[in-house]
DNA sequence: GTCTATAGCATGATAGAC
DNA sequence: GTCTATCATGCTATAGAC
């Protein structure tokens, strides 16, 4: 709030003491006018516009189309003129944001890997008891996939579009944040409240597998009525179970 | 063997006593020859060749190249042009085995529907303990992940491009699975050989999940150097500790 | 800052020779 | 049954008026 730049996320105030959506919502700011803006500070050197203002509104509705087009038919498959028409931006227009088709690819998975980077880092520099961090560390990431669910999606599917490089620093953070897991597994161990005989590396990549099915199988779980929340729930009392964790 | 047609699979002999992936080979044909027959068998509609012989064999070749290109750059993104160069086939003589493009990636699609529903059906009709038929289930679906791993990869990533009717095939399919799963573990429960307080179709979903993750990252087991049959282990005990089972 | 018009090229598909 | 040649269309991207 004072001297953080806008491209940093706010600390997380009050989390994960109450990890209730509404208290994640109002810890970090991934919804709205700050994420355009955060956008707008990835992705601004590849736009012809300087204007901020209109710049904002405009970058929201491509984002959007492009979501709502790429996420139905494909990316790839999603027409520069498909996108003009939806967004109501004539050709030439949407060149002046863009800059090309696969900077704006680029610039999605820029802002997802930046957003999980800065809440994650937030937690991880939280002194946190192994039961309290894997909470947060679920919980957090859950909220993030279900905010931003059409930018996850988009990832994770049109991962093989993008070049070599950003496909590989997707991968690198999906084995960081296996890493991550693996390590509160391994400190609850140390500090005798989880227990675990058997491969730590499998379970903590089948609990990063679990957290992805929320943007993965969205169609799944709104056709059970299932919300985050009680998926939330649901993910973390299974992974508790596994780590033989007594509650009392 | 005597009157079963040559688009249906061996029955599961000896399958599952054992559930090496030896026994699964040897068990149901999915590679080499038998697998080229069956895709003759589905697509063989809207080819222009009759002569089986050297159908097949360039059949093969124009679906592993496929899988080459569209597994690695996406089905949309990859040109015929690409494919006939790859393959070493004119554009002309692909389009006398194709089709056309998207009957090519209907076919995938149909061949893999077709290969899990026989075998998950041959499974169901054996009448096996909750157990046992569990066991069985969790093994052959991996195995089948495994042997025809570019195969399930192209259905899930390459879904959306799919016909509508198509798509939902493939989703019916998945819930099927899932309500296989809950059958069992309700049977189980009912029988008294498994114990699970919470939400059974959460956990017949996880199932799932996890055992698509097999074709879904691969990179990423390869890189940790586990086999098959260690990730089926797991993932057969990982359920059984959810379930509660104690062996023995 | 937004538009129209168009360049330049790649694509899916087919016709017809052999 | 396989090839070459070609068609019609759609694509990304840009130039230049306003």
Known sequence: MDSAGANTLSPAQGWPIDTSMEAFRAAWELEGEPLWQRVFDVHHERMQIKNGKTAVKNLQKIFDCTFRLANSQGFHSMSLRDLSRETGISMGGLYAYIGSK????SAIESVVRSTIDDVLSDINAQQLSPYQHLKAVIYAD?????????????????????????????????????????????????????????NLALLAASTTAMLQQWY?????????????????????????????????
Chains 1, 2 share one sequence.
């Open 142 to 198: 859950l909220y993030m996939n279900h905010i931003m669910h059409p930018w996850y999606y988009f990832c994770f599917i049109e991962a093989k579009g993008l070049d070599k490089e950003q496909r590989e620093a997707a991968m690198n953070m999906e084995l960081q944040f296996d890493q991550g897991l693996h390590d509160i597994f391994s400190k609850g161990i140390e500090a005798g409240v989880f227990r675990y005989e058997g």
């Open 216 to 248: 993965l199988k969205r169609w799944k779980f709104l056709q059970r009525g299932v919300t985050v929340t009680e998926y939330a729930d649901f993910a973390f009392n299974q992974l508790l179970n596994n780590l033989s964790y007594q509650s009392k």
């Open 102 to 105: 696969s900077d704006l690819a």
